[in-house]
């Protein structure tokens, strides 16, 4: 399942109400997306890292040899530079050395952003779901997690698909005002 991740590298840029819109829409995956998110950010520095000093490393014209030891042992540089990378991803502490050898500072500062207020959204709305109204969370929950469409909750409810409607929405709203900072 392809999942929207490119959805999250916008997401700091949404408007509240599409930000709330987007997590309900896509409740029932934002974890792995998240989560996904991360991983991908943290190989697109690590790859930049990689690449940039692999190109100053050519630019010598000459190879070294070096004797063996835990700082010239490249899986072992990789491996603490990865987590590096995410540590300073999950904290949101960027400095100049997360920075170095990355090609675009604003758009990593912007992903970074995404992530933290993503997670930081789901968590609360999460919590705002277990805190609602039990007949509330009746209606929002199966249509968020794709379980029944309106026709079936207005079914289900003995109400019109307009009253359905008019329902989520006023949830939806509210979810928003206890979610989106």
């Known amino acids: ?6 959805g999250l590298e916008a997401y700091a840029s949404f408007d509240a109400t599409k930000r709330i819109w987007f997590l309900c829409e896509n409740y029932t995956v934002m974890e792995p ?25 050519e630019e010598l014209g000459v190879r070294i040899q070096v004797a063996f030891c835990r700082q010239n042992d490249p899986t072992y540089n990789q ?4 987590n590096e990378i995410a540590k300073a991803i999950d904290d949101g502490y960027l400095d100049e050395c997360f920075f170095e050898g990355t090609s675009n500072r604003e758009e990593l500062i912007r992903k970074v952003s995404s992530y933290h ?3 930081r959204e789901y968590g ?12 509330d969370r009746a209606v929002i929950l199966p249509f968020m997690r794709k379980e029944k469409s309106i026709y079936d909750l207005a079914e289900d409810m003995q109400i019109t698909y307009k ?8 949830i939806k709203n509210k979810l928003e005002e206890s979610v989106v900072v």
């Open 1 to 6: 399942m392809r999942m929207k991740t490119e």
């Open 33 to 57: 997306m998240i989560r996904n998110f991360r991983e991908r950010l943290i190989d697109e520095v690590a790859d930049q890292k990689y690449d940039s000093h692999h190109a100053k490393d």
């Open 79 to 82: 491996a603490v530079n990865r």
């Open 117 to 119: 207020f993503a997670k």
């Open 124 to 135: 609360q709305l999460s919590k705002a779901l277990k805190e609602m109204k039990p007949k």
């Open 163 to 170: 009253a359905v409607q008019k329902k989520l929405k006023r």
